[in-house]
C-alpha cells in the first residue's frame, strides 16, 4: 500500500513529502493509521547524517499514537478500531536472554527501530512514523487507555515516557524517596512528572532561573539553579536518585556530590563529547554509582502507559503540521519548545 510521508533523500536535504509503501499485513502484523507523531531528537539526528549509519531515503518518528485499521489472523490482543502506540522498537531476535526477560531494548542481537532498522520491506530499512500508516508485528504494538482529547499528549510518551520511566522504576523510587531531575526539557519535564507522580520529593535542577516557575508547575517540589553553588550544598548527600537528562558533556562530579551513600545517578542523554571523567572517590568514600538506562522494554512501557493513563499524565506538547517539520527542527536545535512538538498526522494528506 502507498501511503504518505515525510522524509529526507539526504542528510543534506530537507524533509519533504514523499510516497512510501506499507506492507500488507501478514498472520501477526498489526495496520494503524497514525493520528499524531512525537519529533524526537534523534529524528534530527538520524535524518541529518549527524549519527553514522543513516539509511535513505530516512523517514523518522517513532512516538506514535493510532488506530488500528487491520489485524492478521493470529492477532488476539488487537482489533480493529482500538487506539494503539508504537515506540522505538518494531522488532527483536526474542531468543536472547535480554528478550526472554522482556528487556527487547538491550537484545543481544540488536533490536529492530521504528525507523532506520533492518527489514525485509522496501526499501531494506523501517520507516517511521511521520507517515500516514504502519504494520507492526503485534509484539511491539502498546494499548493505549487515555481519553481522545490527551492521544497528541500521549504520542512523546512512547520515547521520552517510558526514557524516564524506566530508570525511576529499575531505582525504585517511591514514596519516601528524594530524587533529583537534572534537566527541564522534552525528556527532563517528563521526569519531573512521573517522579512526582510516584510519590517522590522531587528536586529539579536547571541552569536557568527562568525555568523555575514551570518546573514547579510540572510537579517539582523544590528547583536547584546548579550553576549556584549555595544552593547546590544545601542538597549535599542527601538524594536516593538522581536522573540525569542532560545530553551535552557536562560535570557530573557536581551531581554525585548530592547522592546519599548508595545513592545512583543513571544517564539518559548520549553527549555528543565525552563527560570528563568523574572523581572515582566521590563514588568509592559513599558507594555512589553511575548507570545508563535506554528506552524500556515492551511490557514496561505497556506498565508505564497504564500508569500514565491511571494518574492522568501526559507530555507539554506543541502541535505542529507536517510541513512545518524543518521549522519545528530548527526550534528544538534551540530549546525553543515545552517541551515536545508533536505532529498533526492528518496534515500529510492536505
Request: aromatic content about 6%; some cysteine; proline content about 3%.
Amino acid at each position: 500500500m502507498t501511503v504518505m510521508a515525510y522524509g529526507a533523500t539526504a542528510g543534506d536535504k530537507p524533509l519533504e513529502p514523499m510516497t512510501i509503501e506499507r506492507r500488507t499485513p501478514g498472520e501477526h502484523d498489526v495496520a494503524i493509521d497514525i493520528a499524531y507523531c512525537g519529533v524526537c531528537h534523534s529524528d534530527l539526528h538520524t535524518v541529518r547524517a549527524e549519527w553514522s549509519g543513516t539509511l535513505f531515503p530516512c523517514v523518522p518518528g517513532h512516538e506514535i499514537v493510532g488506530k488500528v485499521t487491520a489485524v492478521g489472523g493470529g492477532v488476539t490482543k488487537f482489533k480493529v478500531g482500538d487506539v494503539v502506540g508504537v515506540g522505538c522498537m518494531v522488532d527483536s531476535c526474542q531468543h536472547c536472554a535480554s528478550c526472554d526477560e522482556g528487556l527487547e531494548q538491550y537484545c543481544d542481537n540488536g533490536f529492530v527501530g521504528t525507523y532506520n532498522g533492518a527489514t525485509d520491506d522496501a526499501p531494506g530499512h523501517t520507516l517511521g512514523g511521520y507517515s500516514q500508516s504502519i504494520v507492526v508485528n503485534d509484539r511491539f504494538v502498546l494499548r493505549i487507555s487515555h481519553a481522545e482529547d490527551q492521544l497528541a499528549a500521549v504520542a512523546p510518551l512512547l520515547c521520552a515516557g517510558i526514557t524516564t520511566y524506566s530508570p525511576l522504576r529499575h531505582w525504585n523510587v517511591g514514596a519516601g524517596s528524594k530524587v533529583g531531575i537534572v534537566g527541564i526539557g522534552g525528556l527532563g519535564h517528563m521526569g519531573v512528572k512521573l517522579a512526582h507522580a510516584m510519590g517522590a520529593h522531587v528536586v529539579a535542577f536547571t541552569t536557568s532561573e527562568s525555568k523555575r516557575e514551570d518546573a514547579l508547575k510540572l510537579g517539582a517540589d523544590e528547583v536547584v539553579v546548579s550553576r549556584n553553588a549555595e544552593e547546590m550544598q544545601a542538597h549535599a548527600n542527601s538524594f536516593d536518585f538522581i536522573l540525569n537528562t542532560v545530553a551535552a558533556s557536562h560535570d557530573l562530579d557536581q551531581f554525585l556530590a548530592l547522592l546519599k551513600r548508595d545513592g545512583n545517578m543513571t544517564l539518559v542523554g548520549v553527549p555528543e563529547h565525552p563527560h570528563p571523567s568523574p572523581n572515582v572517590g566521590a563514588l568509592i568514600f559513599r558507594r555512589r554509582s553511575i548507570a545508563g538506562s535506554l528506552i524500556g522494554g515492551i511490557a514496561e512501557t505497556q506498565e508505564m502507559l497504564d500508569f500514565c493513563a491511571e494518574h492522568g499524565v501526559v507530555a507539554d506538547i506543541e502541535m505542529i503540521r507536517a510541513d512545518q517539520i524543518e521549522e519545528a527542527y530548527e526550534r528544538m536545535q534551540r530549546s525553543d519548545v515545552k517541551y515536545r512538538f508533536v505532529i498533526d498526522n492528518a496534515t500529510l494528506a492536505a
